[in-house]
């Protein structure tokens, strides 16, 4: 019932007229022309549109199996498997040295967002594997490397995260796991972990566990914590899947949504296990997971709300019902098209304006990502470090809300499995809590990324949005339409950062009662400076003839409804943040 | 896994500290003593925790099946509804003429939102019946109500609503369904009905059918339209369940949630109806049970929130993850619950704002409907129409959103069905929908309520919101803590209010564009009112006696939770609001 199409045009105008990534000097980037990408995300978005989308609802509906000790996928996900592996889909951004690609992060989000538009629950098998490759291209030993990565990167294998115990989800400190020394280099890997997504299947002939465990002897808490690479079957002499491990699912969760992948519980039974990075340093060698699946969430937050809007707003053209209030439409046919009711249109452009900034927000993000991974910008990295908790929070609560308003423009008719809609609402409520609970992504903004280097990368951001403002600002309709209300709004953020360092010396309660609230308050500024991007870039594309007119009228009145309807939402952040703890932290635990 | 308690003294505060009902010269009020209201509502609260509560996840879990053309509920269903109807719990505020008790429509909510909170499809059967019960006894003839009352107050027999089918749900006058005379006095009916709640099921030895059709040689759309009373055995001689009539399950729609509700396609084959009403007066008395409905739906959007409010408040204080930024509070526990952090308290404060405000907004209508109903004060009528939008839009809306908020104090626990949480936003997510699709409140409250009788009862509400500001402002703290900021609300509602008239004039779209807007300002500003009366409710409770120090302080402190966090939220709806429809409306369809 549901369809999808890769919107192929506004990526390419943010890749282009917006980021001009080919004439960056990051490496890699100068291979990144028009008709390259335009090739690229069009072989994308066939592969995604014929073979992943149609397997959506299939997953929904028979989830998967435990059989015998091995997950059953569902129907038809095996050969879209091998599809995504025999058209080189998993190497993209890989190191060439390990059968990789070598192409931009930014061209690999691209496709990343066509393919979890398509199939978010499936995608996740080849996404997890990217993670796990990442964490041993960065913290692995060479014989690692050699071993693990060539099999990762053509998706031969694919990989897990295991962090998540019964009693311990964002305090990882509580951790029971131990890994106890072999006598050989290797260790023996006990205990539960829940919740690995991807846990087992079969789609590949092995599966690398990235797990989380405590070495005995080691410090308490987090310190003590080390990661370890625990394959299913440990690779044999020829580096070929051989013996057994002593690793087993102990049950598929039963879940609101993502029933294409399975869910497991994963049970460690003296399983044998290499130390990846260190001893004791294995938060460090799961962040570099943990960060790049934090973007990754933030994106499959939009890109949920993309697939959404695309079949409300196709629904909208269709659906007769009711009539223009000032005319009918289509006197022809017995109503006119929901799409005519003033309520329907402010919803369906609520939508796009969303999805547009969020798009245009992860990929200016992969293109920091790039140029600190291929140019050493230390700056880059940093500001990518603060964007990330704003990313995955917001464009997930804010996609997850915008899935919902998909949903409702169908009306009764959203609410029955048929339509498909409700899939997308269960499918994208996990954005907003896996990989870190919003919550602890605000957490994580204020209590630590705020003032990380002395709040150098907050300053970074705040001076790129002045730059940009002062640099644009003779544009007389571009200034009123869309650098005002971004000034006011990264003022009022100014304003917020202020009010915590402040109080938040003074009492800590102060920032924390109102980090959410600082979280979204940034992510509209993060927005609102995307619409100004792309405002700009509609004119120099319309002047240059790289976007019809229709498509850069389209964008700026996109543009002007988020900055009409959404960026005013900043000064309520700031009166909620402003109005302190005290209300919040004032009751007993037992007046709740 | 989940559990549910009645929230005894928020409702007696409501109910004798905030309306003093027993005072009210309401017929009927006098017997609302507080030992009355806290015996009806304990005993409502007993069956609804130990009885119907715990069948909350079977419903979920079970759906209701089609065998032999039968709707078969989950298990538990049928005892649980003999349970109900041997309490006498279905003719609460039934007429005593044909079975009922008399009592008012308020206690009826105060323990219809018990019922709802511990199991919403299941009360679904006796909610649609009472709907019923309303329309026959507003619209019918007195054979009508003879035979029909007595067995729908005692819930012998239950009652449906069949409005939308295949092709129109809003615009009803679309509609196709046949009701051809037979030549007796009754009516033969043809069509097909979707989405009809609780359209079959095995309860009851009969249903009764509340069914729209039009009359051959009517008039065209909506205007054309009667109402049919089509019962599933036609009554014999004795009154009693006799020949089967045309009427049949064509399917049970398989959905979001509210599994334990059949929602049944219904095919009429020439099926007898009676007429309900008068010819081509259908959308007069639907509208009895659809305003009716309408408040219901409102009450079940908090009503799953407040059940989601007391799991994740129970799980908060339970869960150990992390310490307090301030210093551990359990030192002798591996970590602290959950509660201590500020964003998990700011979650449950939104949420236990949110849900005691609409709870006192709920119970101030249904008051105003008895003061309506009991006592003719046309005003009352007046003010209730305009609120019902509000009532159903805002209150569904955000009580869904208040539910997604307490499954996030979960994190990953949230996502799985064992916890039950999911099972509480899947549910919730349908009152956006039913009875109207919250978009369709807005216009309704825009397009219709707003100028209705020369905008009178718009022009009461600011009045009466005024006079309680006048009469109470003396009260330093109450005037800076609650009256202030509904003073400020309140003008941003009327400057709204000021502009549709003045914009709308020229083109309705100004005023439709901004209606969700608009709905949920109005709303804002409703509770901000609720939460005034509390808190003044809240002083002299405490120098009566009447509630503990304890109670109050907790009362006052939510409040202002809610002046400080949530109100500020109006300048933002204003603002979209006078934004106008400009870039809502300027794109071509195909622009999307």
Redesign the interface.
Known sequence: MTSYAAPIDDMQFILHDMLDAPSSDIPGYGDLDRDFTAAIIGEAGKLGSEVLHPLNAVGDREGCRLENGTVRTPTGFADAFDALRDGGWTGLDCDPAFGGQGLPYLLQSAVGEVFVSSNMAFNMYAGLTHGAYSAIHTHGSDDQKATYLPHLVSARWTGTMNL?EP?????LG?MRTRAEPAGDGSYVITGQK??ISAGDHDLTENIIHLVLARIPDGPAGIKGISLFIVPKYLPDADGLPGAANAVSVGKI?????IHGNA?CVMNYDGATGFLLGGEHKGMRAMFTMMNEARISVGLQGYAQAELAYQNA?DY??ER???RD??GARAPDL??D?L???????????DQ?AFVEGARALVFWAAHLIDRSARSGDGEADGLVSLLTPVIKGVLSDRG?DST?AA??VF????????TGM?QF??DA??T???EG???VQ??DLV?RKLAQDGGRHMMAFFDEIKTFIAENKADAALNADFLEPLKAASKDLQAAAMYFMQEGVK???AA??G??DFMHLFGHVCLGYMWARMARAAGTARAAGTATD?FC??KL??G??YM??QI??T??HL??IT?G?D?????D????
Chains 1, 2 share one sequence.
């Open positions: 998540t009693h311990c989800g964002t305090d509580l829940i919740f969760e039963e879940k609101m949504g869910t707003r909208a053209r007769l019902q009711g209030v000032t017995p109503a098209p799409i005519v009711h003033p309520d329907i249109r402010r919803n369906l452009m796009k997850f919902v949903q409702q009306g009764g008719h959203g609410y029955v499995t048929e409700s609402v269960r409520r996990i907003m809590i896996y609970a919003n919550g605000a957490l209590g009492n800590p309660h924390l009662a980090s959410y229709a009228d389209t009145t996109t002007r409804h009409t309807r005013p939402a000064r309520l009166a909620r109005a703890p209300h919040v932290m004032a009751l635990d037992d007046a709740f």
